[in-house]
């Protein structure tokens, strides 16, 4: 079955710890995303790649880091340099063309202790 | 600029109509999209309306869109329990492929 995969569902970091969160799909889906979700403030978000090799910074890039070494992966690390990374995180791709699905992972609950 | 907004909760009634709104302040917007979210889930795409379209009907489910007012509606019919969920709207531009959410609904049914 074709779909996107995140893990691990539950995530707990120490404070000063850098933690990637797994992002993977077998949709042949050219762009990748990362949101945020935090309560009442919806998504937002963090990096999107149009295809592989390259990256850009959404609106809340700081603190966090990606790859897009194969077209299938986008791994998202959390440093120790985000303030407040308890979250919600969710990974999305899509055709990248007008009118196309985002089709979502099942999220990483970040917790930080 | 970008910025998608929703009012946060709704409550209703099983069996009624339940209205979400949306707006958002980017007239360049090319598509608008509705999502759901159950609980501990990702999102699923319920419906989407392409900007130069006025009403969309799908089974239960109606989107409005009024680009005068930069305003969109998803109306659900006949509201069932299942149906409680958060619902964001969404929005894509031409020539970029970010997809900007609203802060989401939460809709509750009452049995």
């Known amino acids: 079955d074709g779909g996107i995969t995140q893990s691990p569902k539950y995530l707990f970091r120490k404070e000063g710890q850098n933690v990637t969160l797994s992002c993977e799909q077998n949709l042949n889906h050219d762009a990748m995303y990362w949101y945020r979700q935090d309560p009442g403030q919806g998504l937002r978000l963090i990096y999107y790649s149009q295809i592989v090799n390259d990256f850009q910074k959404g609106d809340i890039a700081e603190g966090y880091s990606v790859s897009r070494e194969k077209k299938e992966s986008f791994p998202l690390t959390v440093t120790s340099a985000q303030k407040n990374p308890t979250a919600f995180y969710l990974c999305a791709s899509s055709i990248p063309t007008g009118g196309t699905e985002a089709f979502f992972g099942q999220g990483t609950r970040l917790t930080v202790v | 600029g970008e910025d998608v907004e929703q009012s946060l909760f709704l409550s209703v009634r099983e069996g009624d109509s339940s209205v979400i709104n949306c707006t958002y302040t980017?007239?360049?917007?090319?598509?608008l999209y509705w999502y759901k979210q159950e609980p501990g889930a990702g999102l699923q795409l319920l419906t989407y309306i392409f900007s130069n379209m006025d009403m969309k009907q799908d089974q239960r489910l109606t989107v409005l869109l009024n680009k005068k007012d930069k305003h969109l509606s998803l109306r659900i019919a006949d509201t069932q329990t299942g149906d409680s969920a958060i619902y964001f709207c969404a929005e894509t531009f031409s020539g970029t492929y970010k997809y900007i959410f609203g802060t989401g609904t939460r809709l509750k049914v009452l049995a």
């Open positions: 980017d007239s360049s917007s090319t598509y």
